[in-house]
């Protein structure tokens, strides 16, 4: 248990130290802070600040998980849920079991296949991707521990988003105690701790 736990924290500090790389506070009026890409690391993508949000995000996770993968032997990406799982019914009978096809449902971000952790990265509506990510992270048995790993950022007119309005909601705090019933811990990670100091 204590080398999972080590194995963990050392992907977690690597997915933090990589985007404390490359991102940067930003303050929207004096009472909101932020993390948004700085411009050196959009160019290495070939991308603006005005570029759509989703391709920011779509090529810095993929750039985050060929680094992690690379360096973290059993860390995969993109795997999906329920992968070579087979569901079976009551009676036990061969034609009572069915495959499922996990190529129609979604896929982690990251999944350590030696530790049973899944690391997912939001880095726009987390809040909204919390909920999702938890009902994966149930429905797939190998799944131990989930990582939500997650910016403050601008969404539309709000107040607080992405990792302190996860943080500081009530019903996020009762789905993480929930999810223990079902042996899943569930851990927040704030991706840019400076926006939160």
Not at 22 to 33: D, N
Not at 108 to 136: H, M, P
Request: aromatic share 10%.
């Amino acid at each position: 248990m204590r080398e999972a736990n080590v194995r963990e924290e050392a992907i977690r500090q690597e997915i933090v130290h990589f985007f404390g790389d490359i991102l940067e506070v930003k303050e929207k009026g004096k009472s909101y802070r932020y993390a948004a890409y700085t411009s050196e690391w959009l160019g290495r993508l070939g991308l603006t600040s005005s570029s759509p949000d989703e391709s920011k995000s779509a090529r810095t996770t993929k750039e985050l998980q060929n680094r992690l993968t690379e360096k973290f032997p059993g860390l995969r990406a993109e795997v999906p849920v329920a992968e070579r799982m087979t569901l079976r019914f009551g009676g036990a009978k061969e034609e009572d079991s069915r495959e499922i096809d996990s190529s129609k449902l979604q896929a982690f971000d990251l999944l350590d296949e030696i530790t049973g952790a899944a690391f997912e990265i939001s880095l726009s509506d987390a809040f909204a991707e919390f909920f999702k990510d938890v009902l994966k992270a149930l429905l797939d048995s190998r799944v131990k521990k989930l990582y939500l790993c997650m910016r403050n950022h601008i969404y539309k007119d709000a107040g607080k988003s992405g990792f302190i309005k996860v943080a500081s909601s009530a019903m996020v705090e009762q789905y993480i105690l929930l999810a223990k019933l079902y042996k899943l811990d569930i851990v927040l990670v704030d991706l840019l701790p400076a926006c939160n100091e």
